[in-house]
């Protein structure tokens, strides 16, 4: 997913003004489309946190929280997918 994607998804679950479960897990799936995470896109979701977090249930930010400290790192030799 590229990250204008993500950003749609993003602005979409701030709509109401409150991210939920569903969506932050809404979010991770897009992220992890192919089964790789670029860097790209682990650095969106960890500027998403940054500003949105007040705006997010505890387990919503909890879940991406996770997402983005969990997500393996780059293969040797690799700087792009994470």
Do not use: W, Y
Not at 34 to 63: C, H, N, W, Y
Request: net charge negative.
């Amino acid at each position: 997913m590229t990250v204008a994607a993500l950003r749609r998804l993003e602005n979409a679950a701030l709509s109401n003004n409150l991210v939920t479960e569903l969506e932050a897990r809404e979010l991770i799936d897009a992220a992890n489309d192919g089964g790789l995470v670029t860097a790209a896109e682990k650095a969106e979701i960890r500027a998403f946190l940054a500003r949105s977090s007040m705006q997010m249930q505890p387990v919503a930010r909890d879940l991406l929280t996770q997402f983005v400290s969990a997500t393996p790192p780059p293969p040797p030799g690799s700087n792009e997918v994470i």
